[in-house]
């Protein structure tokens, strides 16, 4: 043994302890549950502070696999590029990446094959530097790797410091692990959750009410919560058109009270003294004109559901005996001083604002309060635009049934002027104005020039049937090919052959008479 064996000796041994607590460090930070980029940081100045390993890097590779990014840096240096990324077999870091083993530098400049990319060392003069790059593994899969620089050292301390970022990168690798199967798993929730709530809102979907838009599967579960309830007072807000009455049914028909009356009342329609013997009904002689006694509407319900449409139009005395009809469950006839028992739910639906006719004392607060046990908010079809051209396909296969016409679709530039229009008459309006389209429509097709004047555009000649005879055939053109272009999923070609054209020539048609290629295939997959 020489005399300074015991020497190297006693430095080899301080150097193994101070690894071991190194190591001991990263794994106490790596198991905190903090931030992890916030504890790469840190591994790699715990690398740089206790081991002098510098320019410390952790780069993962991208979710489609196909190159490394940085993830993490240590102490800043200048020069930095963060944006760099390698790809398999790109420089020493992309070769580690490609093969998965380990790459030792002992003298950067010297390897030509070392790209500089990152922290530009040569533009520094730090030049005679050694190199590590570690493969972080996942099993046999390379997910990222770790690198840094050491002042030159002997073959054997650079072997050395390889094993210890080795473990290092072990460790990483299994935070990498812990974070992917927890986003997995969340990934996973989400979908289930996304499944289920899906399957649930479609179970829940009345078959009288078209629509898939979220604010209509809001609806349905609204409609399914109250249905089957012992409530019996429920208020439909919305706007006029949005199909009130339809959810009052639906409501109705899935509720225990299905094989009972269900009975429609627009009160807006009736003037005081009708509307009141309507619903109450009235003795012989309690008025002129009363020739007979007359169960009024609230009687007939009996058991089952009584929709009252417009319930913001009743009058403060009509009012009144509502509210004991709620409250009491009885009431008497016009003219009467029997009191009539009965055993009704009471839906009322209203597009106007109650809380502002409260506050201007037209409206009564405690009927306020009896009727809202159970609000249900329809949304106007503005809000709800998914589902207008589920809604126009449902209507033209009901009127052309009902008016025995072959109408089978609505052409691409009427669909424009559907989509485009603002639908203040909500759905009440869109159904109308596909029954005028079917009524006034000599083929199969439902053009522009078929919808009512409201839905017209200035200037299109796809809108129009008259003007010249060239304008008329740029029409039946233009709906030819959209059509082939339809059937075949936007694929030129095929549509080309289709309709006996060829594929340039279809091209420049679309170009030519404005077909809006991009737009209609991207709605048809968001439809689909």
Request: charged share 30%; hydrophobic share 35%.
């Amino acid at each position: 043994m020489t005399i300074n064996e015991p020497e190297s000796l006693y430095l080899h041994i301080t150097r193994h302890e101070k690894e071991l607590s190194v190591l001991y460090k990263i794994a106490h930070l790596l198991a905190t549950k903090t931030d992890y980029l916030e504890n790469f940081k840190k591994l790699l100045n715990v690398l740089d502070d206790e081991l002098s390993m510098r320019r410390g890097t952790i780069m993962l590779l991208s979710p489609d696999g196909r190159e490394l990014f940085i993830e993490a840096i240590g102490n800043p240096i200048d020069g930095l590029q963060s944006n760099v990324t390698y790809r398999k077999g790109e420089g020493i870091t992309g070769k580690v990446l490609e093969s998965g083993t380990s790459a030792i530098i002992p003298n950067i400049s010297a390897e030509p094959e070392f790209k500089d990319r990152i922290y530009r060392r040569f533009q520094t003069n730090v030049k005679e530097n050694s190199f590590i790059c570690v493969p972080i593994m996942i099993g046999n899969e390379v997910v990222g790797t770790i690198s840094v620089d050491l002042v030159y050292e002997s073959q054997g301390l650079l072997s050395d410091s390889e094993r210890v970022l080795s473990i290092v990168a072990g460790m990483i690798a299994n935070d990498v692990k812990a974070r992917r199967r927890r986003l997995q798993e969340k990934a996973e929730l989400e979908a289930e959750n996304f499944r289920l709530r899906s399957q649930l809102e479609e179970r829940y979907r009345p078959e009288n009410i078209v629509g898939n838009s979220h604010a209509m599967r809001e609806v349905y579960v609204r409609i399914h919560q109250v249905s089957k309830s012992a409530t019996t007072s429920v208020l439909i807000r919305g706007e006029s058109g949005t199909g009130k009455e339809l959810v009052a049914s639906a409501i109705h028909y899935a509720s225990p009270r299905s094989d009972k009356p269900f009975v429609k009342v627009n009160c807006a329609a009736l003037n005081e003294n009708v509307l009141e013997s309507e619903l109450f009904g009235h003795k012989k002689g309690a008025f002129t004109g009363a020739l007979y006694e007359r169960k009024g509407r609230i009687e007939e319900t009996d058991g089952g559901t009584l929709f009252l449409d417009e319930i913001g139009d009743f009058t403060p005395a009509i009012q009144t005996k509502l509210l004991r009809v709620l409250q009491e469950r009885e009431f008497e006839r016009v003219g009467s001083n029997k009191t009539i028992k009965v055993n009704v739910r009471i839906i009322a639906a209203t597009n106007r604002n109650l809380e502002k006719s409260i506050a201007e004392g037209l409206f009564r607060e405690d009927l306020y309060y009896r009727i809202n046990v159970f609000p249900i908010f329809l949304p106007p079809l503005r809000e709800r635009r998914s589902d207008i051209l589920q809604l126009a396909d449902h209507f033209v296969q009901k009127y052309a049934a009902k008016l025995n016409k072959n109408v089978t679709r609505i052409s691409t530039p009427a669909i424009n002027m559907i989509l485009a229009y603002h639908w203040p008459g909500n759905v009440r309006e869109l159904e109308n104005c596909i029954e005028h389209g079917v009524l006034v429509c000599n083929d199969e097709s439902i053009h522009g020039y078929n919808l009512p004047p409201t839905l017209q555009v200035p200037g299109d000649i796809e809108n129009s049937p008259e003007g010249t005879l060239k304008a008329r055939i740029q029409l039946l053109e233009k709906d030819i090919i959209v059509d082939a272009l339809k059937r075949t999923n936007g694929n030129v070609s095929a549509a080309a052959r289709e309709i006996g054209y060829t594929p340039r020539m279809v091209r420049y048609k679309i170009k030519n008479l404005r077909i809006d290629y991009d737009g209609l295939f991207k709605r048809m997959k968001r439809r689909q």
